[in-house]
């Protein structure tokens, strides 16, 4: 499918919006930022194909046009609570480019953020930094997602190069396993998981937790070890494969 980069929107919120619901998975998948303007012809607005530095915490949206009334961004794949947020250096760029910025999330929100020269007179007074909007969050049903979470799968560590199988179980616990044949059914540990919030919380031991976003991605799941490590999960088998009784404590 090719880009949007080019078609006309009526206006520049959802202009930035369907930039940013076209570029923000292959950030997160990626963690990388990418960026591009939202500009304004007589034909109403349309937005810059988006561009990367390939950096986890900057990007550039390019020269500054005729026509570009603002920018959009997006904060890669982390999924840590600040990229949830305008960083303070967005909102100084946005501030001194007498511009609109817009942000895409990991977690799948689209913020705008308006700077205090571009209010009215009478907002001015009351939001001296400016005003954040959210245009659109991340919807999901709970009773859903846990239906998706149930099942094996597959979880790679590309910190360290290695991978494993997690099978979670409708009893609310998880194993992990290494191996194919029968041996996939050989548990080599187990943990809890319940949902937190905007979270899966996977808890093996009081020193090692998994912290999986919804809504999940059962093609490409980001998620965080605490501590430390990026972690990457595709969905590879439904619980119907992975019945609790199956599974064995291996030798």
Do not use: C
């Not at 007498?98 to 953020?113: A, D, N, Q, W």
């Not at 020269?117 to 859903?144: H, M």
């Not at 943990?191 to 009081?206: N, S």
């Amino acid at each position: 499918m090719g880009s949007k980069a080019g078609t006309i929107f009526d206006d520049a919120d959802a202009t930035a919006i369907a930039a940013i619901e076209e570029i923000n998975s292959t950030s997160i998948t990626r963690n990388v930022e990418f960026a591009g303007r939202i500009v304004r012809s007589v034909a109403g607005f349309t937005f810059t194909k988006a561009q990367t530095l390939n950096q986890r915490d900057d990007s550039d949206p390019g020269p500054k046009i005729p026509g570009s009334i603002g920018t959009y961004h997006t904060h890669a794949g982390e999924f840590e609570p600040t990229d949830e947020e305008f960083s303070p250096d967005d909102m100084v760029k946005a501030t001194l480019g007498k511009e609109v910025s817009y942000l895409g999330t990991p977690r799948g929100r689209i913020l705008k953020f308006t700077p205090v020269d571009l209010l009215s007179e009478f907002d001015q007074r009351f939001n001296p930094t400016g005003v954040v909007e959210t245009l659109k969050a991340p919807l999901y049903n709970s009773a859903f997602e846990r239906g998706k979470l149930l099942g094996r799968w597959r979880v790679d560590r590309p910190k360290t190069h290695d991978a494993w199988d997690v099978i979670f179980f409708t009893e609310s616990d998880a194993v992990w396993t290494q191996g194919t044949g029968q041996e996939k059914f050989w548990s080599k540990g187990g943990g809890m998981w319940w949902i937190a919030g905007d979270d899966v919380i996977i808890r093996w031991r009081a020193d090692l937790e998994e912290s999986w976003p919804l809504p999940l991605r059962t093609q490409k799941q980001v998620s965080l070890e605490r501590p430390g490590n990026r972690l990457i999960a595709q969905k590879i088998e439904g619980p119907e494969s992975n019945q609790r009784s199956k599974f064995s404590i291996a030798a």
